[in-house]
């Protein structure tokens, strides 16, 4: 299957500071990828959709000024928490797609673990 | 009520077991379905893939698909001790934008006791 990286892996801020994490897409190239946040003992919940060389496409209850995101390239998605406080803390986790066919495949990253003190 | 039900869990059996993993949806617009494996701190990793009613198998897992009572199930054969992980349902209807999205079942922690 295709792979899909994350850095980091986890990460320890204080509050009030930005926290930027990379998604990559390392042998395809990703038009679209996810954002997800995934609290303990909860489901993924879709953040956002990445496009690339476009807005995201933010769900309801996203603050998009909070949780930036920036699709430059077709292999690399990044995702800025913003002045971010203990309740961001959180499992964020990346996918993108690959397309064969009609079928969609999403490929997740290994996640990264945000803990904001 | 939630789009996807799944009961979280936890779920023990002894090794050699088969384990029989359940979601059901309200959504009836739902067209694709999936079975993805999380081990603790990690991104999930697709398991299973289906859009139509009836049976897929692969290997040990079966997936099976009840479009008419919106139930979807995994079905694990002689389960291992490395099958522990959590297991997530997810089901996705193409949107305006030409993708999938998908949503998640709470996922169901599994334990294979050796």
């Known amino acids: 299957g295709a792979v899909v990286s994350q850095h980091p892996s986890w990460v320890i801020c204080k509050s009030g500071t930005s926290v930027k994490i990379e998604c990559r897409s390392l042998?395809?190239?990703?038009?679209?990828m996810f954002w997800y946040r995934q609290f303990p003992k909860q489901s993924l919940m879709l953040m956002a959709t990445?496009?690339?060389?476009?807005?995201?496409?933010?769900e309801q209850g996203v603050e998009k000024d909070k949780f930036l995101i920036n699709h430059a390239s077709l292999t690399l998605s990044t995702l800025t928490v913003t002045s971010a406080h203990p309740e961001d803390s959180s499992f964020y986790i990346c996918?993108?797609?690959?397309?064969?066919?009609?079928?969609?495949?999403?490929?997740f990253g290994p996640g990264t673990r945000l803990t904001v003190l | 009520q939630k789009e996807v039900e799944q009961d979280p869990g936890p779920l023990s059996v002894p090794e050699g077991a088969i384990v029989s993993l359940n979601c059901t949806y309200s959504?009836?617009?739902?067209?694709?379905f999936m079975w993805y494996r999380q081990y603790s701190r990690k991104g999930p990793e697709l398991l299973m893939y289906?859009?139509?009613?009836g049976n897929k198998e692969d290997g040990r897992f079966t997936a099976q698909v009840d479009k008419s009572s919106k139930y979807i199930s995994l079905f694990i054969r002689d389960s291992q001790p490395s099958d522990s992980a959590t297991y997530l349902c997810?089901?996705?209807?193409?949107?305006?934008?030409?993708?999938?999205?998908?949503?998640f079942g709470t996922g169901t922690k599994l334990q294979v006791i050796p």
């Open positions: 959504n009836s617009a739902f067209q694709y």
């Open positions: 996918s993108g797609i690959v397309r064969t066919g009609d079928t969609d495949t999403q490929y």
């Open positions: 289906t859009y139509s009613s």
């Open positions: 042998d395809f190239q990703a038009t679209t």
């Open positions: 997810a089901m996705s209807t193409l949107n305006s934008g030409g993708y999938q999205k998908v949503t």
């Open positions: 990445s496009n690339e060389g476009s807005k995201a496409t933010y």
